[in-house]
């Protein structure tokens, strides 16, 4: 039934958004100002997990181990190493290499090599882990369980900036939320009272809409229509000036912000999160005219 | 068949706009309420398309009692009705043709058929060559016609129209009279709540007498 008087429900919430364009247009910008809150925060958070991502894809762990071991005990404790599925591969260092290549990175301390009287490098075994392995409970687990080895005598692992890079995004996540949240709520308080505007001043309509024998859906329509159709431009037009923002932050603020521009770089937003903030609109949108327009509907 | 039993109504203490009024009203009558100002006919009116409530009584229109319909089922009711407001009650932001549109907009038929019945609407109120116009450009006769086109357009069982030739001259007055009298004909029950003496002299067959909320008198043409 409703859809043979789509055309109608249609022109009419048509006619509305047009008639009241004035305060329906700042209905629009306050949603999307709430909207770019939260996608600036999303899209700050990005990059700070796509650093965490880098870190630990570039890190190595290093295990350090006993001069004295015999072959067997460091094939046991490649093996061990092999059979965490974290581990993408293991390469042995010996003392020896260990000097040369620390005399080769560090050239200028060639006198105090030179006087050493023994080899003070430990081998390591150098463990690369996989892409993707950024799950860090899971990392350190798997560090605990080979520094128990018999013969491991220490191991070294950048964790701490993983750690804090992971945080950091979490917390700029959990701010982003937050701000985004009371920002979305003031909205749709105010889509809410925006359309009770629109509401009252069709109040005649609604009036006779009733009275010559209109269902209550059938006048509810048009408003929730209003209302999805604010939400989603709202949504939509804080997508497109965070796109913009991405695309020119970088070349204006960025550039002086120094050694300190990777941290806050604007990272696309990912397909899912895009999907949310469209749906948040129009959801934000359409509720804020259900809330009111029930309130005007007493047959 | 319209049956009001016993109705009261009180909009205010200790005053009753209505009281203690029964009536019967068969289905195809043309009947009149008549009274003068503030007798009630409005209010009754009002009772019986339930726009309001009574304090006490009953309500049947075809043997279903409409004070115990619910809410969300009133519709089905006014969509068998017609109703000529005393204010009119037009949109002014709409075009004439939208108008007398809105009962057929709302159950939903094609355009096409819309603007036929509008059309032949219009064109027995004599307005048809004004149906994009809107109603702020038209004189008050003509608004009153535009209202009356809007409770026709759907060719109800039931017109209740309340002062429906109150601002128009008496030979439209008797145009749009001869209009209701033709719906009659078709088989629809028409109340009308007018104090126009010769109308109602002239058209009526049955005639309440309002007074101070009372019925005072009835009469029939036999």
Sequence with gaps: MIFKQLSYLLKAAGNNLWNFRGRNFISVLIISFSFLVIGIFLALSNNLTYLGEQLSNNLAISFFLDKNLKSEDLDFIKSQILASSLVDQVTYASSDEALERFAANFPELKDILDNLQSNPFPPSYEVRLKEKAINLAAISSFMENIKQLKGVIDVQFNQEWVEKMDSLSRIVQAIGFFLGGILILASFFIISNIIRLNVFARKNEIEILRLVGATNTFIRIPFLIEGFTLGLLGSLISIFILFLLIKIFPLYVGSSLGAAKELFVLRNLTAEQLGWLITGGAVTGTLGSVTSVSRFLRV | ?222
């Excluded at chain 2, 068969?26 to 009116?45: E, M, Q, V, Y």
């Excluded at chain 2, 039931?158 to 009279?177: K, Q, R, S």
């Design chain 2, 1 to 222: 068949m319209i049956e009001l039993y016993h109705i009261w109504k009180q909009y205010q203490k200790p005053h009753w706009a209505i009281s203690d009024v029964s009536i019967e009203i068969n289905s195809g009558d043309f009947c009149f309420i008549t009274g003068p100002s503030g007798s009630g006919k409005t209010t009754l009116l009002k009772i019986i398309f339930r726009e309001i409530l009574p304090t006490e009584g009953q309500i049947l229109i075809d043997g279903v009692n409409i004070l115990k319909t619910p809410d969300h089922k009133i519709y089905r009711l006014r969509r068998t009705m017609g109703i000529v407001f005393q204010d009119f009650r037009l949109l002014f932001h709409q075009t004439v043709f939208d108008n007398v549109a809105i009962p057929l907009q709302i159950i939903g038929l094609p355009y096409k058929e819309i603007r036929r019945r509008v059309f032949n609407a219009l064109r027995q109120v004599n307005l048809h060559h004004k149906m994009w116009e809107f109603p702020q450009r038209l004189s008050y006769g003509e608004q009153q016609r535009v209202a009356i086109a809007r409770a026709i357009v759907n060719q109800p069982k039931i017109l209740l129209a309340d002062e429906p030739t109150g601002n128009l001259d008496p030979e439209l007055a008797f145009e749009i009279m001869s209009i209701f009298k033709e719906i009659n004909k078709r088989g629809a029950t028409v109340i009308i709540g007018s104090h126009d003496r010769e109308l109602i002299r002239h058209f009526g067959d049955k005639i309440f007498f309002l007074q101070k909320g009372k019925i005072i008198g009835k009469e029939a043409k036999q």
